[in-house]
């Protein structure tokens, strides 16, 4: 008997008792263990497409939020936009409400004085009148001191009024 050659009835011992591990393990062992192995490659490879899934609703999230920001930018620019036009149009409103005041005012102040103009106008000729009645008056008297002077103004203004009727 040598240490490197074993006997047969060991090896036949040794080959019967790895036949019944062998069977107990195939039938009863491998599986569950194969199934253990297939639950957990299932669980993870639905984990990669819920991962995969969630990643694709991130990028759709994302994508979303950067078209709702560039919208609301956007906005933001008209609002800004309409503001100014609005500001814009509100001081053109002003100025030209300030303008037709300010014309409204200016013919008022030209009425005005137009008016005391006309009026200074009015009492200086009556003035002029009084004055030019009362020179007039003067020198009639003077003139007309004598008769034949009187006559003869009446025949001239006759004349005059002849002619201009």
Known sequence: MSLLLP??????????AFGVVFFVL???????????????????????????EAHRQLENIKA??????????????????????????MLDDAKAQAVQEAD???????QAIQKEKDDALKEIRKEVAALSLGVAEK?????????????????????EMEVNN
Do not use: C, Y
């Not at 078209?67 to 609005?86: M, P, T, Y």
């Open 7 to 16: 006997e047969t009835g060991l090896l036949f011992w040794m080959l019967l």
């Open 139 to 159: 020198v009639l008297r003077q003139k007309l001191a004598n008769e034949g002077e009187e006559a003869h103004l009446v025949e001239k203004l006759l004349d």
């Open 64 to 89: 979303t939020s950067d078209n709702i920001v560039a919208e609301a930018r956007k906005k933001q620019l008209d609002i800004l936009q309409e503001a100014a036009v609005l500001k814009n149009k």
């Open 26 to 52: 195939a039938k009863f062992g491998w599986p569950v263990i194969l199934g253990m192995v297939e639950e957990r490659s299932d669980f993870i490879n639905s984990s990669v497409r819920v991962a995969e």
């Open 104 to 110: 409204k005012v200016a013919r008022q102040a030209r």
